[in-house]
């Protein structure tokens, strides 16, 4: 508990008031650490009577096709498309419009503080690193695993991504049912140290995911001098409430608004085991990913560039101890403090000058998927020693 204190004491300073769980608020959250998600479990489940040669197919046609191509006896599979086109009561499609205008606003910028602040400093939390450990993501690549969450990332914040039936929705509803398939390969491996990780992928975890991209995210984007009201804030939050009550994160656990999200992600913090050795694998393997980036020329040199501008950036977010938490090499935030005037110049100006927000998301949107297209290339074998890195031992027996 110390250890977490500590991790979560820079997020304290920028919390008004006091944001600790009240004795009944801290049995809750522990007791959502054995909670998973029943309605995709139960596909799962569904998957592995029917045999996975033959549900797969029909999961397939299900997604694409939507409750049409359900047959009457697949009821886990019915269930759980109802349940994901089922419009809440709360949800404001105004705000949900404004959140992904906002984030589109954002550029290549806001992809990178969300990798550096939400997936990098994330990694501090070991408990949830075991999920990426034990089934193997580690060795897949920290590449793929960018590549991946930016595609997903771009379709929900896309104009329309989170309406019925658009790509942002089925990614989601498909994203659910992996981590569904992950927890139940995880719940019956003897690996899995369930009285200390509580549930694989339990709703604490999926909390923190949420909180990553709406209220870290958000965070990251103010300490790096990115001006945003708060009602442009609180937007972010209710369209990231809508992809995480899309993902199966239980409604009790996310937020409308920017305070609270901040007061949320302090308790998900300090309720999570500490950084570990895992901290580090996953960590240093993130921070060489620039140098196996597809980069179309200047290979090498950029990718150098770029592993020190997110180390720049890590090491504004975290401190000095979040850098040794992670085993990172310690850096000046030389990148983000240049950032700061032009970002600043640039909010005010969108502010008083709206008219220029059309134009200026247009460019900004570009730039985001323009670093996906180039990130989906995938690296050619040897690049990343080509680039510097010597490739692991371990690695070539594989």
């Known amino acids: ?4 204190r500590a991790q979560a004491a820079r997020l304290r300073l920028m919390i008004k008031g006091n944001p600790e769980p009240s004795e009944a608020e801290w049995q809750a959250l522990g007791q959502a650490h ?7 479990d139960a596909v799962i489940d569904w998957m592995h009577a029917e045999g996975m ?16 191509a359900v047959r009457p006896q697949d009821e886990a599979l019915r269930a759980y498309l109802q349940a994901t086109e089922v419009t809440p009561s709360w949800l404001d499609p105004d705000r949900v419009r404004r959140g992904a205008e906002v984030l589109q606003t954002t ?5 990178m503080v969300l990798r550096d602040a939400g997936l990098m400093a994330g990694y501090q939390a070991s408990a949830i690193n075991q ?29 329309g991504g989170m309406a019925l039936g658009a790509d942002g929705h089925r990614q989601t509803v498909r994203v659910r049912l992996m981590h569904a398939l992950v927890r139940g390969r995880l719940q019956r491996s003897p690996q899995w140290d369930a009285d200390w990780l509580g549930l694989p992928i339990n709703q604490v975890d999926m909390q923190a995911t949420y909180l990553a991209f709406s209220a870290v995210q958000l965070l990251g984007l103010r300490m790096t001098g990115m001006l945003i009201s708060p009602s442009d804030a609180d937007a972010v939050m209710h369209l990231w409430r809508c992809i995480g009550w899309r993902m199966g ?12 999200g ?20 996953l960590a240093r393997a993130l921070m060489d990913e620039p140098l196996s980036r597809p980069y179309p020329w200047a290979q090498a040199l950029r990718g150098r560039i770029d592993r020190e501008r997110h180390l720049s950036l890590v090491s504004w977010f975290v401190g000095a101890q979040g850098m040794r938490n992670l085993g990172l090499p310690q850096r000046a935030p030389w990148y983000p403090l240049m950032l700061l005037a032009p970002t600043a110049a640039g909010s005010l100006a969108l502010r008083a000058l709206p008219f220029l927000e059309t134009p200026w998301r ?10 996906h297209r180039h990130m989906v290339r995938e690296p050619k074998a040897g690049e990343a020693t080509a680039a510097g890195t010597p490739e692991p031992a371990s690695a070539r027996k594989r």
């Open 1 to 4: 508990m110390a250890r977490s």
């Open 34 to 40: 054995w909670r998973g998600d029943p309605l995709a």
């Open 53 to 68: 040669d033959r549900a797969w197919p029909r999961l397939e046609a299900a997604l694409a096709q939507g409750l049409s």
């Open 107 to 111: 550029g290549l910028h806001g992809m």
């Open 131 to 159: 999920t990426l450990v034990q089934t193997g993501a580690l060795h897949g690549g920290a590449h793929k695993r960018v590549a991946e969450t930016a595609a997903w990332w771009l379709a929900c914040t896309a104009d």
């Open 249 to 260: 994160v239980e409604d009790a656990l996310m937020c409308d608004d920017e305070t609270t």
């Open 262 to 281: 901040r007061v949320l992600l302090y308790r998900n913090v300090i309720g999570q085991a500490p950084a570990d050795h895992t901290s580090a694998q």
């Open 362 to 371: 247009a460019v900004s949107r570009w730039q985001q998927t323009r670093f």
